[in-house]
């Protein structure tokens, strides 16, 4: 098998292992389930603010998938060995954020339906909040490799992650959102789309690169 | 079980006055040695001194300070060394045999679960988990990626660490195989491996 | 000029008189600006002598992303020809351009308050400053949290590469947004067009702040070597 795929299968077991998505849907749910806490039930209230609450919800929830990513392989010497093997380090890393994006992100983007409806979306609009969830996660996790490489070696580094990837995460929130709340779609949708190709391409690239110096 | 036949190509190393720094710490300075196929070097040294760093320098993931560091007679790089570190590289929910899929898909080469089951006695912890295995038994595990894919140059960091006697036999014939089909093993050692080397490497500042 | 200051020692020599030249450069020039911006400029047709805080705001905004491209162009010869000079230029940078942010996210509220009558605008040039400030927090925390410098340092070059791609797209973003969120007639882009009296004083600051820049990097980057010698000659005494 290729090395892409031993990769992916891999990182797919050990995620499912860790819980899967269990923990970051479990998130998801709860941070959406404050809003109308906090907020109190209004109906127009929620359709205003839900949309936005729902994407920084998964943008947080793909966060906390983040810090481990590339720590542990640092610690227990897996780094090296991807280091040592004969494909580019970047397929590498580009499997482990299919994985991710797998495990995580699709769950989260299918979870963003029920939340949706909760949080009094038009029906009709779901499908498209589902589309530009899974599109928003997949560009989420192709920044989120960058910042996952650059702190694999800071102990406790949750915080210094978040400070880096917020501002990688501000372009697919802010059209991932329009999406939710109907603004624009059709272009809001070929942006959110070149969010994720281009963070899918990059992310990688710039990861690897910094894996490389974290190994040294 | 891996094809263990003599290498294509002879391969060997040349260290020229190597010199390693950690962060602005210099470890070593104007280092040389050269092993040739079928050598076996025994790198000593006390604690700090860069015998791990001496080590990944020559696996490339340690950049020199300066010197040379020539591997020759392979024909692909990427394809010539196998480094056994401190740590595993061992993932604590994944199975023994889950480990040896993913290494022969990784390095190219075949799961030899016969070999690591027989010879390095992992048998009846197979389909476990990392995680129920002993220290030693987990050393044994990190040590079958040599097995899994044949590479001609071994640098292994401690590798009796946590070994009974009884894995240090297994260590030393894998070692002797290896050297006989042309191989090179380098391996950092606190004290002898038992099998004579045929030289050996001090590290000191 | 380059080449000739690759090397640490000849840069130690230029950058010692350097950095006062520049200081003193950008001293005569605020001297000069300021009073010229205060007292000899026109107040602005429509918003009076409010107009003034541009000349404190504007020069802020164009040096802080000038400080970030400066730094995007250091950490590209960092990472590809490994120097250690344009590693230390990067980072020296970054501390002037993060406050440069800061001033013209804080005159910019001070600004919007009597013209917008409002401290905070989410306006597209604002949210984009903001976005850029972000980002250079992100830089300085990263490389504070790295101890071993040199890897700091390279860690710090692809995030700030990363950055420098991120903040066109954060840009075009956020103008996206806000033309959606905002009825356009708020913000008239680029303001009311400013007559050549405005373009005195506004230059004259622009300049004085890029002196400034200058020799507070070149400042940073002589304390950053500084310190650099004392620790190696601290370390080679505790390791003989």
């Known amino acids: 098998m290729s090395a892409f795929g031993v990769t992916f299968r891999r990182e797919l077991a050990l995620l499912w292992a860790g819980g899967g998505a269990l923990a970051p849907i479990g998130y998801f749910l709860g941070a959406t389930l404050l809003v109308p806490l906090a907020m109190g039930p209004e109906r127009t209230l929620l359709q205003a603010a839900g949309p936005p609450l729902v994407w920084i919800a998964a943008a947080l929830s793909v966060m906390g998938m983040l810090e481990r990513l590339f720590q542990a392989d640092l610690e227990d010497g897996s780094l090296d060995q991807m280091l040592l093997s004969a494909p580019p380090l970047e397929l590498i890393v580009f499997a482990k954020g299919a994985a991710l994006w797998v495990a995580i992100g699709l769950p989260l983007a299918l979870t963003g339906a029920p939340i949706a409806i909760a949080l009094q979306a038009p029906v009709e609009r779901v499908p498209s909040i589902v589309a530009s969830l899974a599109l928003g996660t997949a560009g989420f996790v192709g920044v989120g490799l960058i910042g996952a490489a650059l702190t694999a070696s800071v102990k406790r580094g949750g915080v210094l992650l978040a400070l880096i990837v917020l501002p990688l995460f501000a372009p697919p929130i802010i059209f991932g959102a329009s999406v939710a709340s109907g603004e624009d779609v059709a272009a809001a949708f070929a942006i959110l789309g070149g969010c994720a190709l281009g963070g899918l391409a990059l992310g990688p690239i710039a990861a690897a690169a910094a894996l490389r110096l974290q190994a040294e | ?205 | ?240």
């Open chain 2, 1 to 205: 079980m891996s094809a263990r036949g003599p290498f294509r190509d002879r391969p060997s190393i040349r260290v020229e006055a190597l010199s390693l720094s950690r962060g602005q710490r210099v470890l070593f300075e104007g280092l040389s040695f050269a092993a040739a196929s079928g050598a076996y070097v025994e790198v000593q040294g006390s604690n700090g001194s860069g015998k791990t760093s001496l080590l990944r320098a020559i696996a490339g993931l340690l950049r020199p300070r300066a010197g040379q560091i020539a591997i020759e007679g392979a024909e692909d790089p990427s394809l010539a060394l196998h480094y056994v570190g401190h740590a595993n590289a061992l993932k604590r929910e994944a199975s023994v045999r889950a480990h040896l899929h993913y290494w022969a898909g990784l390095f190219g080469g075949s799961p030899s679960e016969d070999y690591v089951a027989q010879t390095l006695g992992l048998g009846p912890v197979m389909s476990l988990p990392v995680r129920v295995l002993s220290q030693g038994q987990a050393r044994r595990l990190a040590l079958s990626r040599l097995i899994v894919a044949p590479r001609p140059i071994w640098l292994l960091d401690e590798p009796a660490a946590a070994l009974d006697e009884g894995g240090k036999a297994v260590l030393n014939e894998m070692i002797a195989a290896h050297r006989a089909s042309g191989g090179i093993a380098i391996a950092a050692v606190h004290e002898p491996l038992g099998a004579p080397p045929s030289q050996a490497v001090r590290v000191a500042a």
């Open chain 3, 1 to 240: 000029m380059f080449a000739f200051l690759a090397n640490p020692a000849r840069f130690m020599v230029f950058s010692a008189w350097a950095a006062p030249v520049l200081f003193v450069g950008a001293l005569v020039l605020f001297a000069t600006g300021i009073p010229w911006a205060l007292f000899y400029s026109p107040p602005d047709y429509q918003m009076g002598d409010t107009v003034r805080i541009m000349y404190v705001h504007v020069p802020a905004a164009w040096w802080s992303m000038g400080a970030y491209a400066f730094m995007a162009g250091a950490s590209f010869i960092g990472l590809v020809w490994r120097h250690v000079l344009a590693d230390v230029a990067a980072r020296a940078a970054a501390p002037v351009g993060a406050v440069f942010a800061g001033i013209c996210l804080v005159t910019g509220s001070l600004w919007g308050a009597p013209t917008w009558g409002t401290w905070w605008e989410w306006d597209g040039r604002m949210t984009s400053m903001l976005v850029l400030f972000i980002t250079y927090l992100g830089y300085l925390a990263l490389w504070n949290a790295i101890e071993d410098e040199e890897r700091a340092a390279r860690l710090a070059a692809i995030l700030c590469l990363v950055g420098a791609i991120n903040l066109p797209i954060v840009k075009f973003s956020v103008d996206w947004w806000s033309t959606l969120h905002q009825p356009a007639s708020l913000m008239r882009s680029g303001g009311s067009a400013i007559n050549d009296e405005m373009l005195g004083p506004l230059l004259t600051l622009g300049g004085a702040y890029l002196l400034l820049f200058g020799a507070l990097t070149l400042m940073n980057m002589r304390a950053a070597i500084f310190r650099r010698r004392v620790e190696s000659a601290e370390l080679r005494k505790a390791q003989s």
